[in-house]
């Protein structure tokens, strides 16, 4: 069904069906806005999935007072003395706010594992708490829509090199990159535990297949609109492509090798 959905894929009209997308995004700025509301997006996956993109696409036409995207880098000194948690608790979004994670504290239950940045210890006090922190965000109002783009070794590996060759990429290579196809396995396997994990019927995973970026980038963008109330809504355009972006059911054979 997948590779299906991706061969048929038309992007001719892509720019058209972006648009339509980002002004129902537009309405659902106005609706936060006016409500007080608070929308949390957390977006997960491989290096080189298309979390940047996919960004700039969702807010591209949004209000810059009233959105908010939140990509930390490496703790500092003070923030590992600190509760894991908390420079992140900083950052979530205010009445009326959108807030978008590139990265979010799920760099504990992949990135920090494989590299060794943490301890097993820290993970497992990690694994154990995330579930009730996010359950008590939702209690308190937060709106949690989490998102992991899903790609191919081939295709990491084509995106990689793409990096390099590109000036204007530069500033996206990290020592970590270096490590993404070397350590492909390893990342699988703690990518498997944390959404077996963490999807909750509260909190749970949206699994978007990021091969291609802008059939992914329209498909994130339905499910999105798919699961907000909104005024004005126009339920034609805001389904999703299951074979494309689906909430995730459990199963492993759904996720790439």
Known sequence: MAKNALQDFDSSNYEAKLRALQIELVKVQKSLISNGDQILVILEGRDTAGKDGTIKAITEHLSPRETRVVALGKPSDVELDQWYFQRYIAQLPKRGEFVLFNRSWYNRAGVEMVMG????????????????????????????????????????????????????????????????????????????????????????WTIVRANNKKQAHLNLIRDLLSRINYAGKDKKITVPDQGIAFRWNGQISALEK
């Open 117 to 204: 940045f943490c301890s097993k210890a820290q993970y497992a006090t990690f694994m154990s708490a995330v579930n009730p922190l996010e359950s008590i965000l939702i209690q308190s109002g937060i709106t949690v829509l989490k998102y992991y783009l899903d790609i191919s070794k081939d295709e990491q590996k084509l995106r990689l090199a793409s990096r390099e060759n590109d000036p204007l990429k530069q500033w996206k290579i990290s020592p970590i990159d270096q490590q993404a196809q070397k350590k492909w396995n390893a990342y699988g396997t703690y990518r498997n535990a944390m959404l077996l994990k963490t999807n909750t019927v509260e909190a749970p």
